[in-house]
């Protein structure tokens, strides 16, 4: 008795869709992966070129400092703490090149420990690629208990390569902003303390 044609493909179309929905799976799997990795990445990238007006993470202090000053001005914000964060001062007049030390203060007005991590940038954002740290409590979780106040250290300078940069050699001003958001519940649970472990946080 001859084979119905019609089942001898049955058995070819179910292997194809497994390979598609298998193919699918993969390529969803990777696009997923691609979005979680894209912001740590972005993230370095910023920080290594000052892109986005991101700070960059220096070794050491520049040899060279000029004879002309630049005003930096602090500016605070916190997204869903309960949290008072203020720079310890309005702002600072510093040589281009000379090494800057800001204090930011962080009160904790919640009746629990909560855990937070401070994102940043600068002002006009062609300065990023200049304006480094040496020292900050950026990006890094911080744990501050019940009513518990802590100040925290910035140590910055002012690349010397700013002052010959069409696009910032005639600025005048920098503002250094950062923004506290909250960390995960879990996260602040694996014992994360602020920068240096005491109320006043340690270079």
């Known amino acids: 008795m001859p084979t119905d044609p019609s ?3 049955e ?34 990238f910023c920080q290594a070129t000052g ?9 050491k202090a520049p040899d060279q400092v000029l ?4 005003l930096i001005r602090f500016d605070t914000n916190v997204r869903n703490l309960p949290w008072d964060f203020k720079p310890d001062q ?10 800057g030390l ?11 420990p909560y855990t937070g991590r401070a994102s940043y940038n600068v002002v006009p954002e062609q300065a990023g690629a200049y304006f480094e740290k040496l020292q900050c409590f950026c990006f890094s979780d911080q744990t501050i208990g019940p ?21 910032t050699r005639g600025s005048t001003e920098v503002t250094l902003s950062y923004t506290f958001f909250p960390v995960e519940q879990k996260r602040a649970d694996s014992g994360a303390a602020p920068l240096g472990g005491k109320a006043t946080a340690g270079l």
């Open 147 to 167: 009513h518990q106040t802590v100040k925290f250290p910035v140590l910055y300078f002012v690349d010397p390569k700013y002052a010959t940069d069409f696009e």
């Open 11 to 44: 058995p070819t179309l179910g292997r194809r869709n497994a390979l598609v929905g298998v193919i699918c799976t993969a390529i969803f799997a990777c696009m997923v992966g691609a979005a979680f990795a894209a912001v740590p990445l972005y993230r370095a």
């Open 67 to 70: 004879d002309r000053r630049l």
């Open 7 to 9: 089942n001898r493909r």
């Open 51 to 59: 892109f986005d007006g991101a700070i960059r993470q220096a070794v």
């Open 90 to 99: 309005l702002s600072q007049s510093l040589k281009i090149g000379e090494t």
């Open 102 to 112: 800001a204090y930011f203060i962080v009160t904790n007005n919640g009746d629990k």
